[in-house]
């Protein structure tokens, strides 16, 4: 039993890792990933939420009748959703200002109901915890390092989530910020490029 | 009334919903494989934005705001909101209206989860629009959202024809392409 829950834990760190493996998510991992900090913000409160909502959707699972399953999910998510807007509001307001709409967005994260629904339904509680934490952390992952790339590349700084402190010129003085990253088209294109460099890695 | 065709310009061009907010990108690359769902897609998404856009517009303002819920319900009451409307329509549809319904029908559901109508529904609450407004705005989104996914398809269809790299094949180059789109999107902002 332990080794399987290491397992669910796992599978969301590379087999499963959303957005790369799972192409589900992809609005928040374009939009935030203009700094670290926001990035590793989003990626941790929809950590928070995955996590909570996994819980109490695989607890409910037997009361839930299956025709109104998806609102009842959509109930639990909305929710946590609030919980982590409120948090943020008392905790970590300045993130929470530059995260803007994106916030209560996270309800409609496809990555948070398509696990509700394919796992934490089906499944017992302490591998759903399993599940949703995993992906939860591999999706942090994966946006940590799209926005290390975007900001290091676009801008030329490094902002340390939650210090304040941030690093100027990091590749030098005289590399010219490539603007282009940090702005929407950017976004797309190093997406792209990030899933084919995983299918290249996925093949060995 | 000039403001108007302002607003309408703003949100189809110059913020683009799709290429410019990162809004609803899911339901983009997931249904512009073929030009035929992009379309019934696009058509979705106009049909609901705007019902959504004026529903919780005015949820928000009299339900929400006067007893001060709008701090900490909005997001629970938005996302119901829409999820009961959706299902409304897709009822509604299939009665009344059987043809559209077969035309739209399995794009229905799909659009609860698109995150392009919330967007939208929370994009008129921060700019504090008025009602005429927030109808201009929400259906100048969605036209701009269905534009952006049709011109997407049309792309898309070529990229099948073209030998692309094994490791960039599907969602991939459909990345990369949407950026050459944001791109060329990109050049309205000097119009702004």
Same mark, same amino acid.
């Given at each position: 039993?332990?080794?399987?829950?290491?397992?669910?834990?796992?599978?969301?760190?590379?087999?499963?890792?959303?957005?790369?493996? %799972?192409?589900?998510?992809?609005?928040?991992?374009?939009?935030?990933?203009?700094?670290?900090?926001?990035?590793?913000?989003?990626?941790?409160?929809?950590?928070?939420?995955?996590?909570?909502?996994?819980?109490?959707?695989?607890?409910?699972?037997?009361?839930?009748?299956?025709?109104?399953?998806?609102?009842?999910?959509?109930?639990?998510?909305?929710?946590?959703?609030?919980?982590?807007?409120?948090?943020?509001?008392?905790? +970590?307001?300045?993130? *929470?200002?530059?995260?803007?709409?994106?916030?209560?967005?996270?309800?409609?994260?496809?990555?948070?109901?398509?696990?509700?629904?394919?796992? +934490?339904?089906?499944?017992?509680?302490?591998?759903?915890?399993?599940?949703?934490?995993?992906?939860?952390?591999?999706?942090? %992952?994966?946006?940590? +390092?799209?926005?290390?790339?975007?900001?290091?590349?676009?801008?030329?700084?490094?902002?340390?989530? *939650?210090?304040?402190?941030?690093?100027?010129?990091?590749?030098?003085?005289?590399?010219?910020?490539?603007?282009?990253?940090?702005? +929407?088209?950017?976004?797309?294109?190093?997406?792209?490029?990030?899933?084919?460099?995983?299918?290249?890695?996925?093949?060995? | /009334?000039?403001?108007?065709? =302002?607003?309408?310009?703003?949100?189809?061009?110059?913020?683009?919903?799709?290429?410019? !907010?990162?809004?609803?990108?899911?339901? &983009?690359?997931?249904?512009?494989?073929? /030009?035929?769902? #992009?379309?019934?897609?696009?058509?979705?998404?106009?049909?609901?934005?705007?019902?959504?856009?004026?529903?919780?517009?005015?949820?928000?303002?009299?339900?929400?705001?006067?007893?001060?819920?709008?701090?900490? =319900?909005?997001?629970?009451?938005?996302?119901?909101?829409?999820?009961?409307?959706? !299902? &409304?329509?897709?009822?509604?549809?299939?009665?009344?209206?059987?043809?559209?319904?077969?035309?739209?029908?399995? &794009?229905?559901?799909?659009?609860?989860?698109?995150?392009?109508?919330?967007?939208? #529904?929370?994009?008129?609450?921060?700019?504090?629009?008025?009602?005429?407004?927030?109808?201009?705005?929400?259906?100048?989104?969605?036209?701009? &959202?269905?534009?952006?996914?049709?011109?997407?398809?049309?792309?898309?269809?070529?990229?099948?024809?073209?030998?692309?790299?094994?490791?960039? !094949?599907?969602?991939?180059?459909?990345?990369?392409?949407?950026?050459? /789109?944001?791109?060329?999107?990109?050049?309205?902002?000097?119009?702004?």
């Amino acid at each position: 039993m332990a080794k399987s829950i290491a397992q669910e834990f796992t599978k969301g760190l590379w087999a499963e890792i959303p957005p790369f493996r %799972l192409v589900l998510g992809l609005c928040p991992t374009l939009a935030v990933t203009k700094s670290v900090e926001t990035g590793i913000g989003m990626g941790i409160a929809t950590t928070f939420v995955l996590v909570c909502s996994n819980l109490i959707i695989s607890l409910l699972r037997k009361a839930i009748p299956k025709g109104v399953r998806i609102v009842c999910f959509i109930i639990v998510i909305a929710t946590f959703v609030t919980v982590v807007e409120l948090l943020m509001q008392a905790f +970590a307001y300045p993130l *929470f200002q530059k995260l803007g709409i994106f916030t209560p967005l996270i309800v409609v994260n496809c990555i948070i109901l398509g696990r509700a629904e394919a796992f +934490a339904s089906k499944n017992n509680v302490v591998p759903s915890l399993a599940d949703g934490f995993g992906i939860g952390v591999g999706f942090t %992952l994966s946006l940590g +390092a799209l926005s290390v790339f975007r900001e290091v590349l676009g801008n030329n700084t490094f902002t340390i989530p *939650f210090e304040g402190t941030s690093f100027t010129e990091v590749l030098g003085s005289s590399f010219q910020p490539f603007t282009f990253m940090v702005e +929407a088209p950017g976004a797309f294109v190093c997406l792209g490029l990030m899933l084919c460099i995983m299918n290249i890695l996925g093949k060995k | /009334m000039t403001d108007y065709i =302002l607003l309408a310009i703003s949100c189809i061009f110059v913020n683009n919903i799709l290429l410019m !907010q990162y809004l609803g990108n899911c339901p &983009f690359l997931g249904v512009s494989k073929k /030009m035929e769902t #992009a379309v019934g897609m696009a058509m979705a998404v106009v049909f609901v934005m705007v019902m959504a856009g004026a529903i919780t517009w005015v949820t928000n303002i009299f339900l929400l705001k006067p007893y001060g819920f709008d701090k900490y =319900l909005r997001t629970v009451a938005f996302i119901l909101v829409i999820a009961s409307l959706v !299902q &409304f329509v897709e009822m509604f549809l299939k009665k009344v209206i059987p043809v559209l319904y077969a035309g739209l029908g399995i &794009f229905l559901p799909l659009i609860t989860t698109n995150c392009a109508v919330m967007g939208v #529904a929370l994009i008129l609450d921060k700019e504090e629009y008025s009602f005429l407004q927030g109808i201009v705005a929400s259906f100048s989104y969605a036209v701009g &959202f269905g534009l952006a996914l049709i011109l997407f398809a049309g792309i898309r269809e070529r990229i099948l024809l073209a030998r692309v790299p094994k490791p960039l !094949q599907d969602t991939a180059i459909g990345l990369v392409g949407a950026g050459m /789109m944001s791109l060329a999107f990109f050049a309205f902002k000097g119009m702004a």
